[in-house]
């Protein structure tokens, strides 16, 4: 499982997010998305932990904490949805 992270700051790095959340437990990844067509980031996180009890730790501590001026949203991420590549009409041969 793993952690959402919101309403971070766009000028959020791996490396501060890591230190902030490696007080509540071990940090095995963290992934910071950035959007495809500007390389910039998008503003949100994911944050895997060693246990979900640390993951739970986390969430308890830091869901609505202030850092870097900014009010985070931490819970537990939701499993992706399956994207649906159909469009309406088709468009294959008939």
Do not use: C, Q
């Amino acid at each position: 499982m793993s952690i959402y992270v919101g309403n971070l700051s766009y000028s959020a790095k791996e490396e501060e997010l890591e230190g902030v959340f490696a007080k509540h437990g071990k940090v095995k990844r963290i992934t910071l998305p950035t959007d495809r067509e500007t390389g910039r980031p998008r503003g949100f996180a994911f944050i895997e932990m060693e246990s979900e009890a640390d993951e739970d730790k986390a969430i308890e501590a830091l869901d609505g904490a202030e850092w870097m001026s900014r009010e985070l949203r931490v819970n537990k991420a939701k499993p992706r949805e399956p994207r649906n590549n159909s469009s309406s009409g088709g468009g294959g041969w008939r």
